[in-house]
């Protein structure tokens, strides 16, 4: 199976803009299964839960979705990506898995972080595992990473790889990562952004380094810091049975 990430850095609030860079970069690669990181089109750093829902979509009406399931069936590959929610008057930091059958599962992150809790609602969805391919898929989104129940509680439900969309600003998880894949005997690829996000209230910078585990906590790969990257390469999914 071939599976990968692109790492690389969404301007705040330009979700077309966004949308065609990725639709771009991945039109040109082959693969399977493709991870992208957190809040994928909308960028992070959001001010409030207004004006989270001034960028969000309701993903059952969403031109970016439609447009991701459009690629998914031309390229014929699965996507996981990071996607800023939005369902009546509540917003969600959500993950959605894409293929050329359409939407195939949404997942609302548990854990907020920082003040995120100011901006989306607490995710309300279970976590899930969804076999596409032969290979069992679990999603979990950024500091998820931090419990180690959530990488279990997958594992447990039999996921062969745990695709994790991230935003991440600490330094620790990478490494944090390969010890969730080694306790669970799971791949994961976390797909992180990369770049600076300057908003008026302030500013985050974003730790790169998306990787590619393997079950047995050997790093297959990782991206640099700061240099978006669109990496692809063969695993073997039995590995993680
Ligand atoms: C994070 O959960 N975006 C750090």
Redesign the pocket.
């Known amino acids: 199976m071939r599976v990968g990430f692109y790492q690389y850095k969404p301007v705040f609030g330009k979700v077309s803009k966004n949308l065609k860079k990725v639709v771009s970069v991945l039109s040109n690669i082959e693969a399977d299964l493709i991870v992208l990181p957190?809040l994928a089109f909308t960028g992070?750093y959001f001010r409030d839960r207004k004006e989270v829902l001034q960028h969000a979509e309701d993903p059952t009406k969403s031109s970016s979705i439609d447009s991701l399931i459009a690629l998914c069936r031309e390229k014929k590959f699965y996507l996981v990506s990071g996607f800023t929610e939005k369902r009546k008057d509540k917003c969600f930091n959500s993950s959605v898995l894409i293929g050329p059958e359409g939407l195939i599962h949404l997942y609302r992150k548990l854990h907020l972080?920082n003040t995120?809790k100011n901006c989306f609602d607490e995710g309300d969805t279970p976590l899930q595992v969804n076999t596409v391919m032969d290979c069992k898929i679990g999603m979990m989104?950024?500091?998820d990473w931090v419990f180690a129940e959530v990488s279990r509680n997958l594992a447990l439900q039999g996921a062969d790889i745990i695709c994790h969309p991230?935003?991440?600003?600490?330094s620790y998880c990478q490494q944090t990562m390969l010890t969730r894949s080694l306790e669970n005997r799971v791949f994961s690829i976390t797909a992180n952004r990369t770049g600076l996000e300057k908003r008026p209230h302030g500013e985050l910078k974003f730790t790169g380094k998306s990787q590619i585990v393997a079950p047995n906590g050997d790093l297959l790969y990782r991206a640099a810091s700061q240099r978006e990257n669109i990496y692809i390469m063969d695993i073997d999914p039995s590995n993680a049975r």
Not at 166 to 170: A, E, Q, T
């Open positions: 957190e992070y972080f995120e989104i950024c500091f991230s935003n991440l600003v600490l």
